[in-house]
Each structure stands twice: as C-alpha cells, then as structure tokens.
C-alpha cells in the first residue's frame, strides 16, 4: 500500500525538470534584484514591500512563471534547445517585471507610468532583466540536454 501511494505520488523528469527550471528562475531573478538594488530598492519602496525582503520578493513571481515557461516552451513539445532555453529566461523575466509594473499602476496609477524618469527606470529594468534572462536560460537549457544525452545513453546501455 505505501509503495503504491509513492509510485502515484512521484513526479516524472519534466515535471521535476520544471520545478528546477522554476527555482533556478527564482535565484536567478533574486541574484538580478540584488545586483539591481539600488534602482529596485526605490521601486519596492513605493509600492511597499518590506525592506528586509525587498529582492527575494521582487523575485518571487519568477518561481511559478520560470516553471510555467519552462514547462510550456520546453518540456510539453519535448525539445531542449538553447533557442527555447534563450525564449525560458527571456519570458520568465518578462513575466516577472510584467507583474511588478502592474503592481506599481494597481498602487500609483497608470498614468505614473509615463510620469518624469519613471519610463526611463521601467526601460532600464526591463532591458536588464531581459538580458539577464536570455544570459541565464541558456545554462538551464545546457544542463537540461546533457541529462536527457545521459538518460538516452543509460536506456540504451540497459537495453544491450
């Protein structure tokens, strides 16, 4: 009876796999946030996130959509290229910063948007984060192709 609940209980490798896509987007995102304080310290601020935890928060949202992306783009159609691995990272930290930005209007208003630098500050954390994410997506995407090379060579070892 306990084997049998375990058997139906476990996740299969892309499942997993979209998990650690997921996690590796959250420290990633958190790792970004930090080297970007000084500018997303200001943006955390105004829409009042605690200070304490300002940059794990801010990367928070990269946790559910990197092993969303990475399970859409990657492990459903079955294909790890560094092309989707490139698309996992970019979208995750697009997705990311979309959610803040919608935060930041649903607080000051979308007209504060266009206000002085904030168009500016919002272009700048965009583009960085998205570089960031095309930059770390093509690891995850290496990693991942070099686990299934090894599960193919194993499979076909165990077969002969």
Known sequence: ????LGS????????RWALLAGGYAFGC??????L???????????????TAFA??????PAL????????ALVERPG??????????????????????????????????LTAGPVPLLVGFVFGAVAVAGVLVGLPFAFVRR??????AAAATANSL
């Open 79 to 112: 294909t790890v290229t560094y092309l989707r691995g490139a698309a996992f990272g970019l979208v995750s930290a697009l997705v990311t910063g979309g959610f803040w930005t919608a935060r930041f209007a649903s607080v000051w208003s979308v007209e504060m």
């Open 8 to 15: 139906e209980s476990r996740l299969s490798s892309s499942q």
């Open 29 to 34: 995102a958190t790792l970004t946030a930090v």
């Open 64 to 71: 559910v959509a990197g092993a969303s992306v990475w399970w």
């Open 146 to 151: 070099r686990s299934r090379e090894r599960s």
């Open 1 to 4: 009876m306990g084997d049998s």
């Open 55 to 60: 940059m794990p928060l801010l990367a928070a």
């Open 36 to 50: 970007l304080s000084s500018a997303l310290g200001l943006f955390a601020e105004v829409i009042g996130l605690p």
